[in-house]
T-cell receptor, first 112, second 116 residues
Framework: DAKTTQPPSMDCAEGRAANLPCNHSTISGNEYVYWYRQIHSQGPQYIIHGLKNNETNEMASLIITEDRKSSTLILPHATLRDTAVYYCIVARDNNAGNMLTFGGGTRLMVKP | EAGVAQSPRYKIIEKRQSVAFWCNPISGHATLYWYQQILGQGPKLLIQFQNNGVVDDSQLPKDRFSAERLKGVDSTLKIQPAKLEDSAVYLC??????????????FGPGTRLTVT
């Protein structure tokens, strides 16, 4: 599976949009981009995923560049509860699910 | 809907002892995963099951780790004998299964293992 590169840490002011970048220049055509987050002492939580098109759900938006070599996760109005480590992962399905390879992630600190 | 259940939540053992972790996935989820998360790192996949069969266990240290999902629902991960470097949080996750689609994984709270 393709590897991803994320900044190790970012800060964001409460109420502002948090834009988390991810590079995945070696992504293959059948690989999805997934975002998970992990709040301290909890298991990871699924946020959103996409293949080619931009996606939006109740938690976030995912913007994937046309060449699919990078993406951005957008939390539109960050709250203190969004403080977590955010993982960008590229993975393909193996017909039984998908095997996620977590990197170091981006530690997002939302400040009052 | 109940989430992924894991027990125990915490376990402290001495090196060379044995330990087992239990996971109950979300009802109807055919695929189950075990991950190891060492402090300060992202989770590392150990094994993937679909129903009661192993899909991939290439990253499972088979000399000391074993896992089973005999009836295709609950799963047990065992370490025997434990080493100091096995100290970590062991996470279980489950997902639906399908062809040509992607499914999100739902994670349990994890079992924190300390080997002394």
């Amino acid at each position: 599976d393709a590897k991803t590169t994320q900044p190790p840490s970012m800060d964001c002011a409460e109420g502002r949009a948090a834009n988390l970048p991810c590079n995945h220049s070696t992504i293959s055509g059948n690989e999805y981009v997934y975002w998970y987050r992990q709040i301290h002492s909890q298991g990871p939580q699924y946020i959103i995923h996409g293949l080619k098109n931009n996606e939006t759900n109740e938690m976030a938006s995912l913007i994937i560049t046309e060449d699919r070599k990078s993406s951005t996760l957008i939390l539109p109005h960050a709250t203190l509860r969004d403080t977590a480590v955010y993982y960008c992962i590229v993975a393909r399905d193996n017909n039984a699910g998908n095997m996620l390879t977590f990197g170091g992630g981006t530690r997002l600190m939302v400040k009052p | 809907e109940a989430g992924v259940a894991q027990s125990p939540r915490y376990k402290i053992i001495e090196k060379r002892q044995s330990v087992a972790f239990w996971c109950n996935p979300i009802s109807g989820h055919a695929t189950l995963y075990w991950y190891q998360q060492i402090l300060g790192q992202g989770p590392k996949l150990l094994i993937q099951f679909q129903n009661n069969g192993v899909v991939d266990d290439s990253q499972l240290p088979k000399d000391r780790f074993s896992a089973e999902r005999l009836k295709g629902v609950d799963s047990t991960l065992k370490i025997q004998p434990a080493k100091l470097e096995d100290s970590a949080v062991y996470l279980c996750a489950s997902s639906l299964v399908g062809r040509g689609r992607s499914y999100e994984q739902y994670f349990g709270p994890g079992t924190r293992l300390t080997v002394t």
